[in-house]
């Protein structure tokens, strides 16, 4: 069983220990190790680097659609590309960078902010990450031939269905969501695991630092929210490939099923993006405010009701549909409602920085553009929750509005600042905090000068997803201001990236702990090394690097084997000593099982045997992936253990 | 490569314009009842929004003023305790606006079902690609019209709209005399509208002259035509001669 030892500190490990430790959890060579890596740092950061990708590339769409609509009548775009555009920049910033990239930043933080080795279920995460590559690139190959998708990220049936979009154009849209709803499942099942069994000790429930709520809250919402359009997306696929009739009212079907499944996460998944960037606002703040946060409690309960009122709002994305009045007020009143804990976490943010000292660094910059840009985006959320008004808004630029200001504004700024808060971490190096400045206040311009128009837009009757429009609709001057906001955007996003790439080659030397910031993290070495603490601390408070800061070095689990890849399970509510569980090494399974599941569902495209050949091929990774290890590598009950370490 | 017509008209294949008093598609120049209620909702909800962000913003610089003027991070149990108190007031008045917001809501509601008593124009209107058929549904059949992306509603009569998709999903909408409904296959969408104001043909130099009469009758034109023309080309027209239908 773990001990704990007051006297022992990771300071004090001797360096041959280290070098045994760092022996069991690196991982191989060269390219091999690349594909074969079952750590949560690199699979974390080539998710975020992909995701990250993603997020560029559904830029570059938007700006063509944004250079399209510059001006009255404009030919650069015909009809049937720009309805593949908007429909690849929807599906792209939601699927292939909105919720990637928050699993892709809890893959690399969870494990390091509960004090563990590893992420719980680590060949599943590797096998997630090339699920969702697949799936991306799948995407993207698609569209380069002509296959992209077209029916609006939302793909919308009848218009999807086999009669009004032939060829296959749709069928590679539902794959990709499927590809992408297993890879968020599965990493949604390793952080609940990871977050509520792998925490250091000490920390129990009511010291878990917020981010860690909010992505406890998160993965729960993304369980249960992701069945449903992957259920969804898989009937469409039998729609159109098998001739179901799940949708086909001429058949029984039903039209607004579709509508139902599909809302049913996609609103849910608003706060899956907004939720984690909260999170990250309730650790940034308090570090640059020089203070602990103000309504720890508050913020959790707010957290939690977040998470289980999302699940009520749905219906508030289909008020035009003539559902029953009587039931659409019930949607009207939940979506108020939601204000009443995002308000919290704002007040809670304010007071923090009302009570204590702001340093006002970068990501601190990001997180108060994110406040003001959150509330304006709320305020039009609280307008649309009205049925009468969204009578006339829906479907019009009102709505893109809002929706951009509540991605952006809460959800990419708070993931710039997380970024410049934990670039330090991930490379060892501070990104610029000049080139910072002008990134967040060309940003934090554009997005305003971009997408406030849009309000003004749809309130005039310009309704979204039209490729141009008239010139005596007067549309054109707001549209031409929106478009330049959108090159303003895109040049703070250019000297982000030249930021990242001077920072990586010559930023400033980081250090353990550049910001002076609380959580676990960062009391060890930046970049951390792969087995992230030489010693699981013992954590004594809700802040255990500051309070490390006043009482010194914490006491240290010691008993994990250091010959073999071992972290230690904690229990529940306590984070009581409970287990050790060894883990998995390096291994090239997942890879294969991922491809097999890409052939599965790119292969069933073109012909249902795709459905008899991938099952065979996955049934041969996971021989392999679940071949029984070397009895000398088993686990060893806790009695021999005793013994046994080191 | 297939030319397929732009996926709003698809999925929206309805903005409709309703005719006579302008030619924008703006929701904010009602003709109608309905539109004008749901135009004070608006009105009202921009203020109450506009007040709240202002002061939010305003919270948020008074914070950072006094924090950056600090020497020291306020601490200990006095601050905590006022600050639970600002909380509890903050949900408190928060929790007042949002109701104060639900019920207005449901009186804009209400007041958009509200007619008075009289007999309907019952107008079937049926959504295709691309264009809409209109049916004037009547029990006598020689009163029993049928036409195309054109819609022509008495002045002050109530109008029962009931919509139908034989194909993909469309949206009805005259945004001055009413919000959208969708027209959904294997659905049929009951709405009401009723037009208040009318005016002469125009041309679009001259402003329009309003001329509400209840021997009138208000012309809606579909937007959304199989051309590559974009929506709101096409200017609706009132016509002051008697009914086609009546």
Partial sequence: MARTEHELSAGLLDPHEREVLHRTWRPHEGFWGWITSVDHKSVGVRYLVTAFLFFILGGLEAAAIRIQLARPENQLLDPDLYNQ???MHGTTMMFLFGVPVVLAAAIYLVPLMVGTRNIAFPRLNAFGY????????FLYAGFVLNTGPDSGWFSYVPLAGPGYSAGKRVDVWAQTVTFTEIAGLVAAVEIIVTILKQRAPGMSLNRLPLYLWAMLVTS?????????????????AMDRLIATHFFNPAEGGDALLWQHLFWFFGHPEVYIMFLPAAGFASEIIPVFARRKLFGHTAVVLAL???????????????????LPQLGQSFFTAASLMIAIPSGVQVFCWIATLWAGRPRFDTPLLFLLGFIVLFVLGGITGVMVSSIPFDLQAHDSYFIVAHLHYVQIGAFVFPLFAAFYFWFPKLTGRMLSESLGKVNFWLFFAGVNVTFFPMHFLGLMGMTRRVYTYAPETGWGPLNLLATAGAMMIAISVLVFLGNVAWSLKRGMAAGENPWGAHTLEWAVPSPPPPYNFAHIPVVQGLYPVWEQERQGPPPVVTGLSTTRPEVLLTTVLD???DARNEQPGPTIWPLYAALAVGVTFIVAIFTPWGFVIGPLLLAVALIGW????????TEEGPEEAEGSHD | MPHRFFAAAVLLAGAIMVGGCTTSLSSANPAGPQAERINDL??????????VFLIVLGALLFALHRGSRRDESASGEEVERGMRRALAVFVGVTTAILLFILVVNFRTGRALAEFPEQEAVVIRVTGHQWWWEVEYVDPRPNRRVLTANEIHIPVGRKVQLELVSRDVIHSFWAPNLHGKLDLIPGYTGQTTIQARACCRPQNSAQRPRYTPSRSEW??????NRPSASPPGTRISYCRPSPPPTR
């Avoid at chain 1, 090339?130 to 690139?137: E, R």
């Avoid at chain 1, 679940?626 to 590598?633: K, L, S, V």
């Avoid at chain 2, 208000?218 to 937007?223: E, G, R, Y």
Wanted: glycine letters at 12%.
């Fill in chain 1, 85 to 87: 555009i908007f429909t």
């Fill in chain 1, 130 to 137: 090339w699920v969702y590559l697949i799936g991306g690139l």
């Fill in chain 1, 220 to 236: 729960f919402m993304v369980v249960f929210a992701m069945p449903s359009v992957a259920l969804g997306s898989q009937m469409l």
């Fill in chain 1, 304 to 322: 939690v009701a977040t998470g289980f009122v999302s699940f009520g709002l749905w219906v508030h994305h289909m008020f035009t549909t003539g």
């Fill in chain 1, 575 to 577: 984070a009581a000593p």
């Fill in chain 1, 626 to 633: 679940g071949w029984p290890r070397d009895p000398g590598e």
């Fill in chain 2, 42 to 51: 608006t009105w009202m909800l921009v203020a109450m929004g506009t007040l």
């Fill in chain 2, 218 to 223: 208000i012309s809606v034109s579909s937007l």
